[in-house]
């Protein structure tokens, strides 16, 4: 069995599969940086054990994050209480592709490796463009199995948080798919102006990436990214747990390193 974990800006996303990669469990807590391995510890304990699974039959741990100080939390949780030490992931790492020579690498989000990697593990032969709806918006392109380039954007949450926090009258909405573009009272604006606009600068960003790659197979992931895929006919696929799968196929493509 394998604890994998995705830290992201806004959440921790816990994974845990067993030897096939079939996920039995996933979970999430908030990215707390004040957190302990031990506060951790206490989550994963009492969640596990809700659904029955038994943290004795750990036997490898996987951790990527995007935030330097939780890191070193689940390295401590690994060695205290799994006497396991958690294989990382970075570009150091043996990975399904390479950068093109133009581009330069340095300090690439993990996150970023773990959707690029399963990605093109589930479709080794296709040129991919991937897009995570997380805190900060991403988008990958590979050609040819080589990353050629990218994107980042501000999120689907952020962007409704700096609406609301910019401004003394505008309120918090959730986001979702409003009934008209044509919204009736402020916050049916809101939401109308966030969820079509988003869904627009989606859409022509695949548009322009288009121009410059054949027939890419396009793929989405991320919490929010299921309502909007639901509206961008050129998304071919949404992927919920492209990253909790990621890390198994990283983890096995690198256990003996460790
Ligand atoms: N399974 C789910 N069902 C419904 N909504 C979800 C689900 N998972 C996540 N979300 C919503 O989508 C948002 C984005 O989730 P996601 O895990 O992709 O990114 P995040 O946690 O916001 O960002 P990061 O990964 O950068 O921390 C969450 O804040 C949550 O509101
Ligand atoms: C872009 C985010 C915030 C997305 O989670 C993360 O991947 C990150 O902090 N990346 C570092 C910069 C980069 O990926 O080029
Ligand atoms: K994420």
Same mark, same amino acid.
């Given at each position: 069995m394998l604890l994998a974990f995705d830290i992201g800006n806004t959440h921790i996303v816990s994974g845990v599969l067993n030897d096939s990669g079939e !996920? $039995? $469990?996933?979970?999430?807590?908030?990215? *707390? &940086?004040? $957190?302990t391995e031990d506060e951790f510890f206490s989550y994963l304990r009492n969640i596990t054990k809700f659904n029955n699974i038994d943290l004795l039959d750990v036997k490898g741990i996987i951790v990527s994050s995007v935030v330097p100080s939780l890191l070193t939390i689940f390295d401590f949780l690994g060695r205290k209480y799994f006497k396991i030490v958690p294989i990382v992931v970075d570009l150091s790492l043996k990975l399904p592709f390479t950068f093109a020579d133009n581009l330069n690498p340095i300090g690439f989000g993990a996150d970023r490796i773990i959707d690029i990697t399963q990605a093109l593990t589930l479709y080794?032969?296709? *040129?991919? !463009?991937?897009?995570?709806? +997380?805190?900060?918006?991403? %988008? &990958? !392109? $590979?050609?040819? +199995?080589? %990353? !050629?380039g990218g994107g980042i954007l501000p999120g689907i949450e952020m962007s409704i948080n700096s609406l609301y926090g910019s401004t003394a009258k505008l309120p918090k909405v959730k986001f979702g798919k409003p009934d008209s573009v044509l919204g009736k009272d402020t916050v049916d604006q809101i939401k109308a102006g966030i969820f079509f606009g988003y869904a627009g600068q989606i859409k022509h960003l695949i548009k322009k990436i288009k121009e410059e790659v054949d027939n890419p197979y396009v793929i989405?992931? +991320? +919490?929010?990214g299921r309502v909007l895929s639901g509206e961008i006919e050129e998304i071919d696929e949404y992927c919920s747990d492209l990253s909790v799968q990621g890390l198994f196929t990283i983890y096995h493509q690198n256990k003996t390193l460790s």
């Open positions: !996920v $039995l $469990l996933t979970f999430r807590v908030s990215s *707390n &940086e004040k $957190l080794p032969d296709r *040129n991919l !463009v991937i897009f995570d709806f +997380g805190t900060a918006t991403t %988008y &990958e !392109v $590979l050609v040819d +199995g080589i %990353y !050629v989405a992931t +991320g +919490g929010l």
